[in-house]
């Protein structure tokens, strides 16, 4: 019998495959890569978890492309592609965990604000981060400085994704400052957009802006994934570029942006005799912030960073995703770095297996 490997969705992600629905998750490269390494691949969710019995009812890849229903063996090792926040989802992961099953990408406290904090101790990474505030009291004086000197301010929610609850504001002339959102567009003064931002002060974080590159006039920046693979080496598929829509500052896809090949956008606007120059330095930033975050949390092992460019060519990191969305890629019309992505996790879980899941790697 071949050895097993785990992938974890959420509940929706996994019905809607089964019923042959649209999703960000391409079940069937998970299956390519599981038979190309010569394993077998299950996908299940927390409620096909049979503790007591050490086992899964999952759905495993037939030779026609299909999902077939089944009762297997508990995996030893698994992919964890779901974000879960149910009481009775992690108590399934806990009791995981606790049987000894190498769980990679678990469910962690994820605060972007105290990741700031955990990768601005890293000497060789300070340059690639913007500064990074709370809206608190005594950084306003950071704040106004911030808009006098010209620089945008971000306003992100510490926890969320997408885009969601991201906010700009900028000074528009002598006095006068626009606070941009989704649903607010507003010119007020240096402190009633304080006041706006303050709003949020338990729950945001304030980030100052980069002046980054645009591309026929909008804005982009690019996504990174970073990943584990079959020899316990940190690899990078791809690059893919996110561009907004003309008059945005948001280049989220779910944000109305459109996707690009990221070598092909880096060339077009700073010529092919720079761009491998940039290129391998958003490679190192993006492979160190990889190590550190897994110095921290050593089952971290798959990464979507969001890297900015400014107008000279210098990278910066904008933000760490724990679930990187893979489809970005294929957009961008990189279909071999796409399945790349796919085939890495289970590489890096055969890995494990034929390592050993061992107590220190489960307990790390």
Known sequence: MKPLVGVLLNRRILRRNLRGGSTFERLSLYAK????LGVDVVFFET????MKRRQVVGYVPTGDGQLERRLLPMPMVVHKR????????????????????????????????????????????RRYLPESVLPRSA???WFRRQLTDGAEVFVKPRRGSLGLGIARVRRVGPGRYRFESRKIRKETTLKGAWNMVRRGRNTNLLQKGIQLF????????????VQKDGNDRWHIAGIAAK???????????????????GRDILARNFGEDRVNGIIDEILRLATLVAQTMNA??????????????????????????RRD????????????????????????????????????????
Not at 47 to 50: K, L, M, P
Not at 86 to 92: F, G, N, Q
Not at 296 to 321: A, C, F, K, R, W
């Open 47 to 50: 409620a096909g978890v049979r």
């Open 243 to 261: 561009r907004a829509e003309r008059l945005s500052f948001l280049t989220n896809l779910a944000r109305g942006g459109s996707v690009h090949d």
């Open 139 to 141: 950084n306003l004086q």
């Open 82 to 125: 779901g974000l879960f926040k149910r009481r009775e989802d992690l108590k399934v992961l806990n009791q995981m965990k606790r049987q000894r099953v190498y769980i990679f990408n678990p469910e962690i406290r994820w605060d972007k604000y105290r990741i700031h904090q955990l990768l601005v101790k890293e000497p060789n990474l």
């Open 296 to 321: 921290h949390s050593p089952q971290l092992v798959d990464l979507g960073l969001d890297i900015g460019v400014d107008t000279q060519g210098h990278p910066y990191l904008i933000e760490v995703n």
């Open 325 to 364: 969305l893979r489809v970005l890629l294929d957009r961008s019309g990189q279909q071999g770095a796409f399945a790349t992505v796919y085939k890495n996790p289970i590489a890096y879980a055969r890995y494990v297996l034929e390592n050993g899941a061992s107590a220190e790697r489960v307990a790390r």
């Open 33 to 36: 890569a599981a038979e190309e």
């Open 214 to 225: 645009e591309d026929e006039g909008r804005r982009v920046d690019l996504r990174v994934p």
